[in-house]
């Protein structure tokens, strides 16, 4: 009896765990002014590498730029699909608003982790590596 009951607590959670990844929150998503044009040249440079984001991309409810402290570029938080990148890459340029949410992106959408999500940086999406980006984000993707 008691293995049936832990079998039944692992499913549960598994089922709930799977209901949170994948709610679908992009009727809801606000995306910061300033991060609009990043988001959409990073659909384009994944779609041109045949990549389908759109699943874990709809877990996203919010892009925001805010003053963030510890001295960080940005977070994501899985639990409610939200990035918030920090004002200073916003005042530094165009380029490190674009890396650091390309980066964060990388976390929200595909689940990767500090190493892997290099894959995603637009430098390497740009670079010969291209070519390559499907087979090395594929262990990550639905």
Wanted: aromatic share 4%.
């Amino acid at each position: 009896m008691v293995p049936l009951i832990k079998v039944t607590l692992l499913l549960a959670t598994a089922a709930a765990a799977s209901m949170l990844l994948s709610v679908d929150r992009s009727k809801t998503r606000t995306v910061a002014e300033e991060a609009q044009p990043v988001i959409a040249e990073w659909k384009k440079d994944l779609e041109s590498s045949g990549i389908n984001y759109v699943r874990g991309f709809n877990r996203l409810s919010k892009v925001e730029i805010s003053k963030l402290g510890n001295n960080l570029s940005g977070e994501s938080d899985k639990s409610d699909g939200s990035i918030e990148v920090s004002v200073d890459q916003l005042e530094r340029g165009p380029y490190s608003l674009r890396g650091t949410i390309y980066h964060e992106l990388g976390h929200s959408v595909f689940n990767l982790r500090h190493g892997s999500c290099k894959s995603l940086l637009p430098n390497i999406l740009l670079s010969a590596r291209k070519k390559n980006l499907k087979r090395d984000i594929k262990p990550f993707t639905p």
